[in-house]
T-cell receptor
């Protein structure tokens, strides 16, 4: 079974500042990793995913994440945030053998202020 | 491009009533999932279908909950004798399915919010 820990429930940041949202996972098998974003009153939208290969993955809206197997982490970063990035961000993990359901963390609310 | 569609978007009901939610997945997707999201929490897996077969159910899915996907297309989630603890956002998602390049990525609908008074 897999599990995900998002250490920060809320991250306040000023516009144009860099941000890092932390995600750690636990799994007994190799994994796929995902970051989803949820804007108010909307469904979850995929930001980026790690399946294999390069550990640095780039997603939409200027976000990127780095898979670190030794630290079992998949932190999300953006060098300069915008007001429009204010949303809830969820890290998720699934095993990569057979069917493995997607398991989500509790989410991190990113609050960008002017 | 037609994404995952869920209806109704909002449902307010009194305790003890039955409610039903419908999900229309992306048309070529074989797998369909139901998740539940409560305030301040991430989505929690409830159940999933491969075509019309319900292959896994979470312990969260009590006997009052039933999900169907009769023709392998749309799905319904019914909650009988609703309780206040059932208040949540019910999310539907779909994915291509095995043999179709399924990477585990889920495509979500906008959810159906249930409020039980």
């Amino acid at each position: 079974a897999q599990s995900v820990t998002q250490l920060d429930s809320q991250v306040p940041v000023f516009e144009e500042a860099p941000v890092e949202l932390r995600c750690n996972y636990s799994s007994s098998v190799s994994v796929y990793l995902f970051w989803y974003v949820q804007y108010p009153n909307q469904g979850l939208q995929l930001l980026l995913k790690y399946l294999s290969g390069s550990t640095l993955v780039k997603g939409i809206n200027g976000f990127e994440a780095e898979f670190n197997k030794s630290q079992t982490s998949f932190h999300l970063r953006k060098p300069s945030v915008h007001i429009s990035d204010t949303a809830e961000y969820f890290c998720a993990v699934s095993g990569n053998t057979g069917f493995q359901k997607l398991v989500f963390g509790t989410g991190t609310r990113l609050l960008v202020s002017p | 491009d037609t994404g995952v569609s869920q209806n109704p978007r909002h449902k307010i009901t009194k305790r003890g009533q039955n409610v039903t939610f419908r999900c229309d997945p992306i048309s070529e997707h074989n797998r369909l999932y139901w998740y539940r999201q409560t305030l301040g929490q991430g989505p929690e897996f409830l159940t999933y279908f491969q075509n019309e077969a319900q292959l896994e159910k979470s312990r969260l899915l009590s006997d009052r909950f039933s999900a169907e996907r009769p023709k392998g297309s749309f799905s319904t989630l019914e909650i009988q004798r609703t309780e206040q603890g059932d208040s949540a956002m019910y999310l539907c998602a779909s994915s291509p399915g095995s043999g179709r390049g399924d990477t585990g990525e889920l495509f979500f609908g906008e959810g159906s919010r249930l409020t039980v008074l």
